[in-house]
């Protein structure tokens, strides 16, 4: 069974202090990787897909990264309209429909 | 170029009542899919469907829960005789084609209280 894992459940930053938040999964070959950004009462948004390791893309102060086990979203020098839930999904490349699994997501809290 | 549609934003519903919730995809999208979130949940796959077709229902609960998908109109998920543990954030994605090939893009849900 596909799993996805994403850390730390909940995070507190100042502006403009960057870190990194992780999403570790296990999947029977990967065809792709997804970052969502949600807010309060709203869906996701869609922010990445990441295909094969050693991969990148940007958008703004984002810049998600892909290994073999773990996929990283930098956030670079926060403000506070990036506060959010952020989500990981992966999908398997064998079997099903290629639904992808979603992860509990990481909130992210940006003080100014 | 509206995104994609879900109405009501909130229903309120009563232990035993019948819910419907719409879902009308973007333009140009022909693939839908319902998720539902639980706090402190992930999203959780239930359904995808095509025009007309139930493609994979594999995390739809067996009994009390329904989608369609029909050739006019917007997707409908039918949950009959609500439980309280019915509540929760239910969301609808839609693709241009099919997931193995494209992103899902989420409308804004609608969320369920059972009373």
């Known amino acids: 069974e596909d799993q996805v894992t994403q850390s730390p459940e909940a995070l507190r930053l100042q502006e403009g202090e960057s870190s990194s938040l992780n999403c570790s999964y296990t999947?029977?070959?990967?065809?792709?990787l997804f970052w969502y950004r949600q807010d309060p009462g709203k869906g996701p948004e869609f922010l990445f897909t990441l295909y094969s390791a050693g991969e990148e893309k940007e958008k703004e102060r984002l810049k998600a990264t892909l290994t073999k086990k773990e996929s990283f979203l930098h956030i670079t020098a926060p403000k506070p309209e990036d506060s959010a839930t952020y989500l990981c999904?992966?999908?398997?490349?064998?079997?099903?429909?290629?639904?992808?699994?979603f992860g509990r997501g990481t909130s992210l809290i940006v003080h100014p | 170029n509206a995104g994609v549609m879900q109405n009501p934003r909130h229903l309120v519903r009563r232990r035993g009542q019948e819910a419907r919730l719409r879902c009308s995809p973007m333009k140009g999208h022909s693939h839908v899919y319902w998720y539902r979130q639980l706090p402190e949940e992930g999203l959780k796959f239930m359904v995808y469907l095509q025009k007309e077709n139930i493609i994979d229902e594999s995390g739809m609960p067996k009994e009390r829960f329904s989608a369609e998908f029909p050739k006019e109109g917007p997707s409908i998920l039918r949950i009959q005789q609500v439980v309280r543990g019915d509540s929760a954030a239910y969301f609808c994605?839609?693709?241009?084609?099919?997931?193995?090939?494209?992103?899902?893009?989420f409308g804004p849900g609608t969320r369920l209280t059972v009373t």
């Open positions: 994605a839609s693709s241009q084609g099919p997931p193995s090939s494209y992103e899902q893009y």
């Open positions: 999904a992966v999908q398997a490349r064998t079997g099903g429909s290629y639904i992808p699994t």
């Open positions: 999947v029977s070959g990967l065809r792709g």
